[in-house]
């Protein structure tokens, strides 16, 4: 094949990968770079329709990011007793995803004593489910975002703003396991570290309770 023939059948493939994302701003993401490729590839040949098309697509790309990035959210918590009727029909309905990051999570009402949504713009966009352990760490049982709030907005939220809410109620560091790769990269990126044991720590201030 010539490159012209790889470049649009590889844009077309990267814009069928687009469709299956169930996250928007990957979507978005990925729909940009394949409209870009199919304007290059429009244009390299002649096609100017088809280059001017996806030109227009990749402009209603880049405006639907800017709003997502550049949108004023208001993340708010919403405390829930452990046997909270929506909580429970919540995770029921979302426990095929639930179990794509966090295989093996069952949920113990008598176990997750911190429990709270979280809420954007007054809309549900995940639940977070932990207890304390060893007297000083918050141990995360779910932290689980639905799929068209996967922005890491959430996570940024609730370790970075929730910080001081979480110092003052006498915990020194949050703990969480190693339940996919998927699951450890999203701590990663917001600041977890992985220890010997497997497991990830975060540490809310210098007094560290995992060395």
């Given at each position: 094949?010539?490159f012209?023939?790889?470049?649009?059948?590889?844009?077309?493939?990267?814009?069928?990968?687009?469709?299956?994302?169930?996250?928007?701003?990957?979507?978005?993401?990925?729909?940009?770079?394949?409209?870009?490729?199919?304007?290059?590839?429009?244009?390299?040949?002649?096609?100017?329709?088809?280059g001017?098309?996806?030109?227009?697509?990749?402009?209603?790309?880049?405006?639907?990011?800017?709003?997502?990035?550049?949108?004023?959210?208001?993340?708010?918590?919403?405390?829930?007793?452990?046997?909270?009727?929506?909580?429970?029909?919540?995770?029921?309905?979302?426990?095929?995803?639930?179990?794509?990051?966090?295989?093996?999570?069952?949920?113990k009402?008598?176990?997750?004593?911190?429990?709270?949504?979280?809420?954007?713009?007054?809309?549900?966009?995940?639940?977070?489910?932990?207890?304390?352990?060893?007297?000083?760490?918050?141990?995360?049982?779910?932290?689980?975002?639905?799929?068209?709030?996967?922005?890491?907005k959430?996570?940024?939220?609730?370790?970075?703003?929730?910080?001081?809410?979480?110092?003052?109620?006498?915990?020194?560091?949050?703990?969480?396991?190693?339940?996919?790769?998927?699951?450890?990269?999203?701590?990663?990126?917001?600041?977890?570290k992985?220890?010997?044991?497997?497991?990830?720590?975060?540490?809310?201030?210098?007094?560290k309770?995992?060395?």
């Amino acid at each position: 094949m010539t490159f012209l023939e790889i470049l649009g059948y590889g844009a077309s493939v990267i814009i069928a990968i687009s469709m299956t994302m169930s996250s928007i701003v990957k979507f978005r993401i990925i729909n940009l770079i394949g409209a870009l490729t199919f304007t290059t590839y429009g244009f390299l040949i002649g096609a100017y329709p088809v280059g001017g098309l996806n030109a227009f697509i990749v402009a209603v790309d880049l405006y639907y990011l800017y709003k997502i990035y550049s949108k004023a959210e208001q993340f708010e918590t919403l405390s829930i007793r452990p046997d909270n009727r929506y909580l429970l029909r919540f995770l029921e309905y979302h426990m095929p995803e639930i179990q794509k990051f966090n295989p093996g999570f069952e949920y113990k009402p008598e176990v997750n004593t911190v429990s709270f949504f979280i809420l954007r713009n007054m809309v549900v966009a995940g639940v977070f489910l932990a207890h304390r352990e060893d007297g000083n760490v918050l141990k995360v049982g779910l932290d689980y975002v639905i799929p068209q709030y996967r922005d890491y907005k959430n996570g940024k939220y609730i370790y970075s703003r929730l910080k001081d809410r979480f110092i003052n109620d006498g915990f020194d560091c949050v703990l969480a396991s190693h339940r996919s790769d998927k699951y450890g990269q999203y701590l990663k990126k917001l600041g977890f570290k992985i220890k010997d044991n497997g497991m990830y720590v975060k540490h809310l201030h210098d007094t560290k309770c995992y060395s």
